[in-house]
């Protein structure tokens, strides 16, 4: 039995590795690692070209996390705490969500991912979450991940086998404006929204913490089980 192939996008930023120092096109080894224990094919996509052209070649999509997204696409001006805007991303990872949804691509969103999808469905984002909550516990320092409680709803809790979950943040913005057509399935005690689904999708869920740094990794082995599914 073939693989199903899950596309994750990725970042473009200047790395240093072995004797170089150039643009690359990364993305953190853990996401790779969780596809291919959970069954799944993991294939990178960058952000060039036209992405939107691979729903109709992927069995399911993973939009990774990453910098902010411009916050001209919900109708804002720059916070002075946004940064690492990308627009080339933007661009590439905004026309591929739209054809994922449209062609009914299994789909998970991941941090940045959550917002994507919130966005291009017609949200907004807080661009400075502390303003919002008065503490940094979501993004504690650089490079460091929070652990910040959650409650799940039913539909993640029986993914994870339990209604409370504590896992690794690293998110600075999250969701203001919730758009129409997606629901909340998870929440932090400070009321941050932290998990959503698109109501009426077969499988489209996204969370703004990253479940790529635990050592388990069943929202994984749900999005290959539904890539799988003929």
């Keep these: 039995m073939s693989r ?9 930023e200047p790395a240093r590795f ?18 291919a224990r959970a069954g799944g094919q993991p294939v990178i996509i960058p952000p ?10 992927l069995d399911g999509l993973i939009i990774a996390g990453g910098g902010d997204i411009d916050p001209a696409r919900y109708g804002s001006h720059p916070h002075e705490q946004t940064g690492y805007v990308r627009k080339f991303r933007d661009e590439a990872e905004f026309g591929l969500m739209r054809a994922a949804l ?7 969103g991941i941090c ?6 919130n966005v291009a469905l017609g949200g ?37 086998q339990d209604d409370h ?18 629901e909340i399935t998870g929440r932090s005690e400070d009321g941050t929204i932290e998990a ?25 082995d749900a999005l290959v089980s539904a890539a799988g599914r003929d």
């Design 165 to 182: 979950l504590t896992p690794a943040h690293y998110h600075h913005q999250a969701v203001d404006r919730l758009a129409d057509d997606l």
């Design 124 to 160: 907004s984002l807080h661009q400075h979450l502390p303003d919002v909550v008065g503490h940094t516990d979501h993004s504690p320092a650089p490079g460091t991940f929070g652990r910040v409680p959650v409650r799940l709803s039913p539909t993640l809790a029986k993914i994870y």
């Design 102 to 108: 449209d062609s009914g691509l299994p789909f998970l």
């Design 196 to 220: 959503v689904e698109l109501a009426g999708h077969p499988f489209a869920l996204a969370v703004q913490w990253h479940p790529e740094a635990d050592e388990d990794g069943p929202l994984f």
């Design 4 to 12: 199903p192939v899950i596309g994750i996008t990725c970042y473009v």
């Design 112 to 117: 940045r991912g959550l917002q994507v999808l």
């Design 48 to 57: 060039a070209g036209d992405p939107a052209e691979l729903a109709g070649r």
């Design 18 to 35: 072995t004797v170089w120092d150039m643009p690359t096109a990364l993305l953190p080894y853990m996401y790779v690692e969780h596809v």
